[in-house]
């Protein structure tokens, strides 16, 4: 079983800066595809950001584009998310991801249980 544990989350001012950490364990990093999830209150949960398992993938949901940045240490077992130019509607909790893929696929088999981001103004 992976065994997935975000932290990083708190609040932050509208065009700041947060950096979300997953660590992993119960696998080989190096075998999961990793990625990030949010969401947001009274919507769906939405597909972030993903990296592959070697690291030299990634893809990100359009509305992060240029602001986020997804990547992974797989010597730390851990992969991170680089938030900038954060805006409003960027609040949600975030959810970390993990399959045992070479990418991640649409619903992950393993989940984190969240960090909480709050944007303010």
């Known amino acids: 079983q992976v065994h997935l544990v975000e932290s990083g989350g708190g609040l932050a001012q509208a065009g700041g800066s947060l950096r979300l950490a997953c660590a992993a364990s119960?696998?080989?990093?190096?075998?999961?595809?990793m990625g990030w999830f949010r969401q947001a209150p009274g919507k769906e949960r939405e597909f972030v950001a993903a990296?592959?398992?070697?690291?030299?993938?990634?893809y990100y949901a359009d509305f992060v584009k240029g602001r986020f940045t997804i990547s992974r240490n797989n010597a730390e077992n851990t992969v991170y998310l680089q938030m900038d130019s954060l805006k409003l509607e960027d609040t949600a909790v975030y959810y970390c991801a993990a399959d045992e893929l070479q990418l991640l696929s649409t619903r992950p088999r393993h989940w984190g249980k969240g960090t909480l981001v709050t944007v303010s103004s």
């Open positions: 990296v592959s398992r070697s690291g030299s993938l990634t």
């Open positions: 119960g696998r080989t990093f190096s075998s999961l595809a």
